[in-house]
């Protein structure tokens, strides 16, 4: 609530549940809050995270895309989407695979989501660097204007690399219990 006294207005959250019981009443009195989705979206969790989001930055999927755009409709309400992408190549991370990434752009614009850029979390024992640096190229090549990268640990490479969204909530608010 300081923060948000302060004047901040953009904050993300991991979990639809956790952030509607945390953040509805909140949004209703302070409209000009932006509300980030950066974990994974179930699709059965697609109408509540499209009432209270403004952004998701986690679509990797057709389904998923095509629930998100059928549920805009339903509600009337345009979200920005970011293009989750597995840049390192981990399976127990979501994103999708770099080679399927133009294809699923495709599909999205074709849905008219409104696809403002790309996510990544890179791989936690690697140079980070090395795979903003690719996210960057991957983001200019779709001629997206938004990169959502880097966290507490590696935000100042995401920023040198042109992140426009970084994701800093531990060095803020303290890691989670």
């Keep these: 609530m300081p923060l ?12 639809v549940q ?3 019981t945390k953040w509805t009443d909140i949004k209703l009195a ?11 979206l179930q699709t059965n969790k697609v109408k509540f995270a499209l009432k209270l989001f403004d952004y998701i930055h986690s679509v990797d999927t057709k389904k998923l895309a095509k629930k998100i755009a059928d549920e805009e409709l339903k ?3 345009k979200i920005k989407i970011f ?3 597995n840049i390192g190549d981990e399976e127990q991370k979501s994103g999708i695979n770099k080679d399927y990434l133009e294809d699923l752009h495709t599909y999205c614009k074709n849905l008219n989501l409104d696809i ?4 990544c979390i890179p791989p936690a024992n690697n140079k980070s660097e090395i795979f903003f640096k690719q996210m960057a190229l991957l983001n200019k090549k779709l001629n997206l204007l938004e990169l959502s990268m880097g966290m507490s640990a ?3 490479e995401a920023a040198k690399n042109s992140a426009t969204y970084l994701r800093i909530g531990s060095n803020i ?3 989670r219990s």
């Design 173 to 175: 608010f303290g890691k």
């Design 30 to 40: 302070n409209p000009n809050i932006k509300l980030h989705l950066i974990g994974k």
């Design 83 to 85: 293009l989750q992408v």
């Design 18 to 20: 956790e952030a509607i």
């Design 116 to 119: 403002v850029g790309l996510m």
């Design 75 to 77: 509600q009337n309400k």
């Design 154 to 156: 590696d935000y100042i």
């Design 4 to 15: 948000i006294e302060y004047g901040h207005l953009e904050y993300g959250e991991n979990k």
